[in-house]
């Protein structure tokens, strides 16, 4: 083997030098001593872990060489972001550029007489820290971004909190914009959604650049916990400019008899890596873990995923498939864990790609892990190219190659889009999936 | 007018010749029947013209209005007016019919141009109406599930939406019960007139007893063997096709 073609100059905390750290926290208003210390000791982890390395199981396939921390700036402040429109109606609305809050809009005034909190974390840290600090980053990073989760912590200067208390159902979505705007800045948006015991939520989050040529990095978070008998809908639209290193870490905690439906759809970035956990804590808790990824040119999304059953009648529903083009490349990991008294698990997982060049590559690599003996697991990936016959189908009624393609596409992602309540929110992810068949 | 040209047509799947010079001139307001045997070459003939990218012509030409259509693709023979309709239709699951056709017949007009919406919509819904398809079928996937006779019905809708000039119809009775038979019969014979030649491929006479043809001609071994009016298609009824390779084999001999 020849020697890796990892730059020498390549080091374990890039541009994250502690005179960065430290002028990341000089630059923060007054904040609960207990965060600040958190966020020390997750830069001293984040220091002290190396670089993913070949040898790692957790980063298997993943091209290394592009994980690189060098040539960053943590943004300063958050100019003004551009006006962007989800095509949705909805509750509420938070837009970040930069990390910064630039604009706070309560949509539906009834949420506010209900307790609802929809806010900044920086507020919420002062105005609810006991909850911020229960939720907060709580869950163990055990995707394989350990190093990069505690790189988020050290560096996350502000997200978006949630909260919604107990028998609150909102039936419109909360709107969140997360913009990074500038060459060479990095980001660490993270959003925090607490829902009480039978609160409804839905969240819808987008994550966009100024341009596609712009050089970035993305270390993004989420902490979804639904309470007993909540019902949490999360759907992410990660749209980052085309030369962007995303690295983003969703973590879910389902409580009983819970249901929880998140839909991630990919389509910006030059490297993204996407880890999602879902812990089924307590009888009857549903996740359902969703994901559409249209990856072209030399894109490379990674997804690693881990459904943990932690007690008996709880099912999980993972479905993620992903449409490749040109020389892409796509990695899906997923691991489904039971655990020993988690009896009647029900759990499913599949990964299914679609080919839509010969040079693009699909590596798929599911995974079961069972220690409880009554269970029903399911897992599967599936790799298949376009259907000659039915291009030709399409084709001989006038649609040009491209076009029937993108229909077929669509054709293939259907299947995930209907598992969506909302018709307003299919519709409009049909159509920001659709900008990228037309760039 | 109108004309479909076919001239010496030799055509083959891998080694293999299928078509072996064909030649043959539909107008517009025409309807040819080609009536054969099975493995005749029938369905791979409208395949070629259609554009199939399993098929080599290896010789002759197809002229659509005294251009030749070999160097396009199959779209671009179609948004030039030319129609298959299948004998097996393809199965497009997640893909409805509503989204199918509007993007069929976006790709008919100009860049930048927008479909009308409440228009298209209103031609949809008289064409199915014609067809006695149920309107709910628009939010159906493409022929998923569909019968046979629903699938046979639904060519023959997007061949009343995209208005071709030539309409090659595959085998379009075959799986079809009597009373699925009438309605795809009427839907095309109201889409006959002046401005469509159609070129209908069967193995039985019986869809011509729905669909009066003007010309009869008879494939065998990749080539067109005898030609006549309706009366031919009547006669090859009562005598079978063997009747056709005897005399062929008598002219041959």
Sequence with gaps: MSATSTPAIRSAIGAFKPEAFAAHLASLPPLPSWWIERKR???????????????????????????????????????SAPAISMGIKKSARLTFANGALISRETLDPALEKQGVIIDSLRNALTRHGDLVREHLLAQPARLGSAK?????????SDGAFIHVPKGIQIELPVGIFSHALG????????????????????VVEYFGSGGDEENQLAIGANDLYAGHGAQVTYVGKQDWSH????????????????????????????????????????PGAFSEMLSLSVAHGEQEFDQRTLQIHQAPDTKSDLLYKNALLDRARTIFSGLIVVDPDAQRTDAYQSNRNLMLSEDAEANSLPGLEIQANDVRCTHGATTSRIDPEQEFYLQSRGIAKAQADELLTFGFFEEVLNRLASDELHAALRALIQTKFKR | MASLVIKDLHASIGDKPIVKGLSLTINSGEVHAIMGPNGTG????????????????????????????????????????????????????GVSIANFLRAAVQARMAEGEEIDAAAYYKRLYARMDMLKIDRKFTSRSVNEGFSGGEKKRCEILQMAILEPKFALMDETDSGLDIDALRIVSEGVNTLRGPGLGVLMITHYQR????????????????????????????????????????????ANA
């Design chain 2, 207 to 250: 869809l011509l007893n729905y669909i009066v043809p003007d010309f009869v001609h008879v494939l065998y071994d990749g080539r067109i063997v005898k030609s006549g009016d309706k009366s031919l298609a009547l006669e090859l009824e009562a005598k079978g096709y063997d009747w056709v390779k005897r005399e062929l084999a008598a």
């Design chain 2, 42 to 93: 029938k369905s791979t003939l409208a395949k070629v013209i259609a554009g199939h990218p399993d098929y080599t012509v290896t010789g002759g030409d197809v002229l659509l209005d005294g251009k030749s259509v070999l160097e396009q693709e199959a779209d671009e023979r179609a948004r030039a007016g030319l129609f298959l309709a299948f004998q097996y239709p393809s199965e497009i699951p």
């Design chain 1, 148 to 156: 990069f989760t505690a790189l988020h912590e050290a560096f996350l």
């Design chain 1, 41 to 79: 000791a997750a830069y001293e982890r984040f220091a002290g872990l190396p670089l993913p390395a070949r040898t790692d199981e957790a980063w298997r396939f993943s091209n290394l060489s592009g994980v690189a921390l060098e040539g960053f700036a943590p943004a300063a402040s958050g100019p």
């Design chain 1, 183 to 202: 060459d060479g800045i990095a980001v660490f948006p993270h959003t925090l959604v607490v829902a009480g015991e039978n609160a409804r939520v839905s």
């Design chain 1, 243 to 282: 030369r962007a290193l995303a690295l983003q870490s969703n973590s879910t905690v389902v409580r009983r008899d819970a249901r929880v439906q998140s839909l991630n759809l990919h389509l910006g970035g030059r490297q993204v890596r996407h880890e999602s956990l879902s812990q089924l804590q307590a």
